[in-house]
């Protein structure tokens, strides 16, 4: 069954910064689309960042490009979110999902939209105070 769960979301100050993390188990970990996500109340779900856990095609929303990075360790099955110059507007729900193909699809590309991912962690939250 897969699983997927996120920590180290929290309270910060503008400028500040933080690292979340998303532990996965249940499935073939390096061939998979792996995204994060965030939701702000009141707004819809955007995608934040996304990597094909079989090496590369990281891609990143604008509103986050050259402040959050998206990483992996694949040996310990997590995928992480350095989140850097945070902004009172980070403020929302921080959630980790995944796209799992059958082991025999070639993934060219991550989907961006979160329509494209069928497994999702609980969330953490993420609070940046001005």
């Known amino acids: 069954q897969v699983h997927l769960a996120e920590s180290g979301g929290g309270s910060v100050q503008a400028g500040g910064s933080l690292r979340l993390s998303c532990a996965a188990s249940?499935?073939?970990?390096?061939?998979?689309?792996m995204g994060w996500f965030r939701q702000a109340p009141g707004k819809e779900r955007e995608g934040i960042a996304t990597?094909?856990?079989?090496?590369?095609?990281?891609v990143y929303a604008d509103s986050v490009k050259g402040r959050f990075t998206i990483s992996q360790d694949t040996a310990k099955r997590t995928l992480y979110l350095q989140m850097s110059s945070l902004k009172p507007e980070d403020t929302a729900m921080y959630y980790c999902?995944?796209?799992?193909?059958?082991?025999?699809?070639?993934?060219?590309?991550?989907?961006?939209?979160?329509?494209?991912?069928?497994?999702w962690g609980q969330g953490t939250q993420v609070t940046v105070s001005s």
């Open positions: 999902a995944a796209d799992i193909p059958p082991i025999t699809t070639v993934i060219i590309a991550c989907a961006a939209a979160q329509s494209g991912y069928n497994h």
């Open positions: 249940g499935y073939t970990y390096n061939h998979a689309c």
């Open positions: 990597i094909y856990t079989g090496g590369g095609r990281i």
